[in-house]
């Protein structure tokens, strides 16, 4: 009753403040309510998880490059020693997330949707939970104990960041392994780093967590406000951002009050300083999918990411609440990303909740201590059911990218029916938050007409399913768009590849040509030398002969100057008629060698046969 | 291994079936008020299409080799049947019906490929084949309005002996075609009018074509589809484009034409209230398999039908005109769907001509 109360006091005030006009919002097209099924999982504390006797860590968790291994087998390391380094520019470390001995490194299946395996750092822990020292940016203050002088505090806080230089923050952030953990898994420090060059003036927190189930930044806001404040005010000091939107759904109005009272300390501060909020808290209306990034953009601000371009060309940045609170660890604590905050939920656990999971820990151990019903598990789901994958098994690690698991009971989601015709409803484009026409891309998905498909805008798709939530048919729409990307990137890929055989071999003609003709002028060139000295050689005899001719007659020696040059052009002309028919009488024996291996009895054909495949046989041994 | 599917995994109760079922539940305050006006042939029209639709689909389904029961089970061809029986004249003899239900499911349906193949409205295919074939039955089989019956001193059936008519051909002893049937409001207007025989208000004077607000009778089973429209909107079970574009288009142009020449226009009122304008506008216009599906396609869709309505009705050889107006605009349906696609995020509103080849 009282929750009750307080909940409408809030929202209240949530619609006060809309009303007032402090916000002007925008809209989307399309979207729909969803049942929001938050209220299993967010009603106590985050829990933390026990260390699992084995940790598996994936190296790579992120887009872009694998990191790579810097430990070997037999190795012990302590929790929060680096893993894996970062490998070219798009790339993040990997840490170990307990201490103990790492006992392989090899391809263990991970959460993926394609089901695949990958290389896997493999610990097996101790019991000593040894860990590396940590070097903070910043001293942590104890901000529990700072009620009353909490404005003085958080002034102090905000002077300790200015003071850090845009660099130490953002490599702080770059060793901690930190990417992004609303789903997309960018390395943080590269987004960062781009945004401060692109004079990025809008930072978007998203704090939205729009799809059901899902609760763990609705907790991470409610129990950890000023971790998440802070995290923020950090991202924003590096990106140079002028202005900072936080945008929540306006169903978590404890996140919202949570987030809005660790604020007022800063607000207070600036207000005295003169300045304009720094930063906003804005609630939107809960309507999937809000949360998704193109969306959130457009509802706070009204603009548009451009089709294949980057909230980044039109001066934004957008992060992730949970991303936020990743920098704030990193700075204050000198932690790196080695555990994050997972919902557990779904009507086969017993006490849904939001537990910090250190990464690699297997998913069996996470759900064991949410006490598990083994047998009533019908689909295990990382992720939320709009857009998240089933799961083969649960004997597959937690990683960076692991915001939720919904594990369903029989009955609690669907299995739809098998799909009918499409009956050109509409309900699909109308629910499309992208405007596009699925019941269209869907005709020519199914007759894998890719072209008219990219004409039809299939790459603008953001695959949030509201569109097979809508269909009567129970058509598997979205399927059947992950489907045609794939095709369409398979071909382009091939496309590709065959681009560059083909300006390899024309290359290759290219330079073997060159080097025939080159070969062909060296050899005119080394004849002509030859020429020269031989007519040299014949000259000086004759000149000597001439000397000795001299002494009876000087008078001849110009004529038989004369005679001599004669001779050497005769001479090269006869050294170039020799060349000729040397190398005829080598074509003739090459042609009549060939001769001889065409005219094969059956006997030796066949022993030479036998002579190749011992040959190739050889050589595979080797 | 656990069950694995794609994403989404979450799914409303909502499916072909249910969407066809309610939309012909819907249609129950329509029909029971045309079965108060016109006679119970209605309902022995609805009931024979019924059967028949239900037949002719099930033997083409298997001759097709489909599923038959989940494909006679997604309502579809009971809701053609039923917009059929309602669309046919009260006392058409069975085979008309036979024929009209032929044609919407056999033809325009199953050979077209069935539910979500089809380029015509099933229903509205089979009535301009009858409207074409027999145009006698089809213009005259409308019993007498109750409203009208004392008026012009007219003769009314009774459950059974409209049974014995509409199998048999059976009239009782003492009653006569003439005294059955009566003209429709809208072909009222219609003959007088284009002959120059009577003004509106001449027309009006006589007092059998206009009720109180609309033609008269068919203004009230126009008021009863109407709410059942409106249910449908507030249900979500269509969208406003087709119908309010539909109406909008049909009332202006009245009101454009009416204003000009107050003697040969009624008023935008009757067009809206008579005839079958809210039976087309809700249930026949909206069939999605049929009618454009982008937002501003569909406004274009629903205004080509109202002026279109309105066209027939004013100058065109027929008194009502929902099914040509709807055929004819199916056909424009792949255009309009090309032309007006929306501009998706992201892009520019210029892209669009880029694209089109």
Redesign the interface.
Known sequence: MKQSIKKNQTQQSLADSIKAGLYKLWSFPGGIKLPGNKSQSNHQPITSAKTARQLVIPLNQHIGQAAEPVVQVGDKVLKGQVLGHAHGIISAPVHASGSGIVTAIEERPIPHPSGLSALCVVIDTDDYEQCVEYTPLIRENKVSEAQAGETRENSADEQSITALSNEQINSQIADAGIVGLGGALFPAAAKLHTAEKMHTDTLIINAAECEPYITCDDVLMRYRPEEVILGILLIKKVVGAKKCLIGIEDNKPEAYEALLSAISGYTHAHKTAQTEPQIEIIPVPARYPAGGEKQLIQVLTGKEVPSRGLPMDIGIICHNVATAAAVYQAVYRGEPLISRIVTITGGAVKVPQNMEVPIGTPIRDVLTQAGLNEEKIEKVIMGGPMMGFALPSIDIPVTKATNCLLISEKDELTTPPPAMPCIRCARCSDSCPMSLLPQQMYLYAKSRELDKLQEYNLFDCIECGCCSYACPSNIPLVQYYRYAKNEINNKTQERNKADLARKRHEFREERLEKAKLAKAEAARLRKEKLAKKKALDAEKAKQEEAKEASSDDKSDSTASEKSAANTTAANSADLIQEAIARAKIKKAQQQSQRKNTENLTEDQQNQIDEANERRSKNSQIE | ????????????D???S??MRVVTLLMVPGILTATYVFGYGVLVNILLAIVFALSFEAIILYLRKRPVR?YIN?N?ALLTAVIIGVALPPLAPWWLTFVGVFFAIVVAKQLYG????NTFNPAMVAYAILLVSFPAQMTTYWQTPVMLLSHVDGQTLSLLETVQFQLFSQLPANVTMDALTFASPLSIVRTSVLSGAATIGEIDAQGNAFGVFGGIGTEWVNLAFLAGGLFMLRKGLI?WHIPISLLAMLGFLSLLFGSFELDSNPSPLFHLFSGATMLGAFFIATD??T?A???RG?IFYGAGIGALIYIIRTWGGYPDAIAFSVLLMNMCVPLL?YYT???????KADNDDQ?QP
Do not use: C, W
């Open positions: 291994m656990f069950l694995a599917q794609s994403s989404p995994y979450l799914k409303p909502l499916n072909v249910k969407m989940v997604d579809s069935g539910i979500g193949y969208s999605p398999v009618a599906t982008t937002p569909r769907d696609q929306p501009r998706v995020y992201g892009h694209e």
